[in-house]
């Protein structure tokens, strides 16, 4: 497996009073604690709040995230960024390829429609002991990552928006 290559980020812009939403698919519950547990850590880390909202698997993500997003605008308290978690993992069928790629579309979708920042720790792999590998904290702790992409672009726009004063 190549190795991932992280520069360290430059960007040292406040994300103090951030709120997260944070929508995790419990297909695989076993996957989805250890990608919690990890997403956790990273909030706590950067002082951040987040709201949690639970759904079955990873097609339901996407709906979630503009249901929850459209409430808290209503309720004038909207999001900064969302961090999706959840697992697929390849099967005998396609439903893999449509459940994993359009997951991803309609995240990438909610992304760039709504300029809303999102971590995407929604899991693509071929077996159970590679989603572990990469959900534990002390492994691949994808759910803290997502968190740090998700504020990574929280950053970005709160950057822009102050030199655009």
Do not use: W
Not at 28 to 35: F, I
Not at 123 to 138: G, I, K, M, N
């Amino acid at each position: 497996m190549a190795k991932a290559r992280r520069g360290a980020t430059t960007d040292r812009t406040s994300v103090k009073g951030a709120r997260l939403l944070i929508v995790e698919a419990r297909y695989y519950d076993d996957v989805a604690d250890h990608l919690l547990t990890g997403a956790k850590r990273a909030l706590r880390e950067h002082g951040v709040t987040a709201d949690f909202v639970t759904v079955p698997g990873a097609l339901e993500i996407p709906a979630a995230i503009v249901i929850a997003q459209n409430a808290a605008v209503e309720r004038d308290e909207p999001y900064d960024g969302v961090v999706a978690l959840g697992c697929v993992i390849r099967g005998e069928t396609s439903h893999y390829d449509i459940v994993a790629g359009e997951s991803a579309r309609a995240l990438m979708d909610i992304s760039v429609a709504y300029s809303f920042p999102v971590g995407n720790a929604i899991l693509t792999v071929d077996t159970d002991a590679q989603a572990l590998e990469r959900a534990r904290p002390t492994r691949g702790n994808k759910g803290g990552t997502a968190v740090e992409a998700a504020l990574s672009l929280v950053r970005l726009k709160r950057r822009l928006a102050k030199s655009a004063k």
